[in-house]
């Protein structure tokens, strides 16, 4: 009997790391807040901020591509798929009021596509994202 607690307590236990490990909240936590901070603010401008900018930013394809794009995002040890959840956590969590009406989330297939293309001057290349939103 004894044996067999220990087993649902151990499958119980392992069952609940896998749901968590999978959250979108934790994974911006474990691999963004470090520079991101956990409230999204950052250290401008070394570290933007994922306030506000990333959903104006999100509005134009080249900024959805770009926020795959940046090293910390492309490099993070996590799928495809759980980087397109981790951009839209960011997005809906920080940047709800200035989200575009029909904006739609940033799926898998173009995070595996943006991913391929790292950019070797993150800053300089926001700079002109932000001189075509304008």
Request: net charge positive.
């Amino acid at each position: 009997m004894k044996s067999l607690t220990r087993l649902f307590i151990v499958a119980s236990l392992f069952s609940a790391s896998v749901t968590i490990q999978g959250s979108p909240r934790v994974n911006y936590l474990l691999h963004c807040s470090g520079c991101h901070l956990p409230d999204g603010r950052g250290s401008p401008p070394a570290v933007p901020s994922l306030i506000n900018d990333s959903g104006k930013l999100a509005a134009i394809p080249a900024g959805r591509d770009y926020l795959a794009r940046v090293p910390g995002a492309s490099q993070a040890p996590i799928s495809d798929l759980e980087l397109s959840e981790v951009l839209n956590y960011i997005l809906l969590n920080f940047n709800g009021d200035v989200l575009a009406k029909d904006f739609t989330p940033i799926t898998e297939k173009e995070v595996a596509k943006s991913r391929q293309n790292i950019l070797a001057d993150p800053l300089k290349y926001r700079e002109k994202l932000w001189q075509q939103y304008r």
